[in-house]
């Protein structure tokens, strides 16, 4: 695009010159400002210079919470009841009346809250109740410019630029009543910034891989009493997400357990197949996925044991647990929409006690 832009200044140049500048648009017959605006796909994006190495001393252990088996509703209404100046908050749908509620209160109380929600769930009644209030914003991918019309998939809250809620869950009545998810409360300003960078992108109307990497801070030291937690965070597709989660497999020295919702993406399957021939693998998988196009399971499960889920929602976690200490969850399914093309975020955390809550819950999905 650079060696473009160049050449048809160049042009310009020449054309201004010869012709002294008069009608350049009708003599060359495009417009300029045009194609040197216009949105292009970032197909090698340049992952900033996060700060590393940073050490955060937080009020509270991360918390996790596993729906339905969990009250995931009250859970997210806590932190928001909690919210003194702001909410943002990045879903792909959101529906759900008594969350509506809540951030109408919230409304009343001059809490200012944005709201970015894929275009496909505008119309929402949860929603529609809250436009009408001058503090309440809202934004889409209506208009997202890439080749591929996907989705803004996100699940993410910044409260207050302190306080961090993201998962799998969809603030949905399936996505906290009949659907297997997970969320989680991270006490954290860098956490905090990092996803707040990627939501004013969002706002801004940059979607999919037009996206530039925003990331600030990284392999962040969050420490509360005696807990410790290395933290990393990803945004899709602009971090590489793909690369990221086949690096993080590949340092499984034990055992690799996953709970995902679909598996599609053929790098991630080939680094899971060629773990399992040195260590333990296996996971859960959505049952309707299993003849998906593009999936991996049928080939996979020669190789190492894969369950189809039993709930009559949707086993809707993406989450994978390595030697059970290191958990990678987020919004991201390991799918080639999932890494490439949606608005997507991952996050992986170091702490024993935390991936043994998930192990829990993988072994109670599988029971």
Do not use: W
């Amino acid at each position: 695009m650079k060696k473009i832009k160049t050449i048809l200044i160049i042009t310009v140049l020449i054309l201004v010159i010869t012709f002294g500048g008069e009608n350049i648009n009708e003599i060359i017959h495009f417009d300029l400002n045009k194609i040197l605006d216009s949105p292009q796909e970032n197909k090698n994006p340049q992952i900033s210079t996060a700060k590393l190495n940073l050490k955060e001393n937080i009020s509270s252990n991360i918390k996790v919470k596993f729906c339905p088996k969990e009250e995931c509703l009250d859970f997210i209404i806590k932190y928001f009841d909690k919210a003194n100046s702001e909410i943002k908050c990045a879903f792909f749908e959101f529906d759900e009346q008594n969350l509506s509620n809540k951030i109408q209160e919230k409304l009343k109380q001059n809490i200012s809250v944005e709201f970015i929600v894929d275009d496909n769930y505008l119309e929402e009644k949860p929603l529609l109740q809250l436009i009408n209030y001058s503090n309440f914003k809202l934004y889409s991918d209506k208009d997202r410019k890439t080749r591929f019309n996907n989705f803004m998939h996100n699940k993410f809250c910044i409260i207050d630029k302190k306080i961090i809620i993201t998962g799998s869950t969809n603030p949905t009545k399936n996505g906290l009543y009949k659907n297997n998810n997970n969320i989680l409360e991270i006490n954290s300003k860098y956490l905090s910034e990092n996803y707040n960078q990627e939501f004013e992108q969002m706002k801004s109307g940059v979607f999919g891989q037009n996206k530039i990497s925003t990331l600030g801070y990284n392999n962040i030291t969050l420490k509360f009493e005696n807990q410790t937690y290395l933290v990393n965070n990803y945004f899709c597709p602009q971090d590489n997400c793909e690369q990221e989660t086949i690096k993080l497999l590949s340092k499984a020295k034990d055992e690799i357990i996953f709970a995902n919702f679909a598996l599609t993406n053929d790098n991630i399957a080939k680094k899971l197949e060629e773990k399992s021939k040195t260590i333990k693998v296996e996971g859960i998988i959505e049952k309707r996925n299993l003849n998906l196009k593009g999936s991996e399971i049928k080939v996979l499960n020669e190789s190492f044991k894969i369950i189809l889920d039993k709930n009559k929602g949707n086993m809707h976690h993406k989450f994978f647990i390595i030697d059970r200490k290191i958990i990678l969850t987020g919004s991201m399914n390991p799918t080639g929409s999932g890494v490439n093309y949606n608005d997507e975020n991952i996050i992986v955390i170091e702490n024993h006690n935390l991936s043994n809550k998930f192990y829990h819950e993988y072994l109670r999905l599988i029971e």
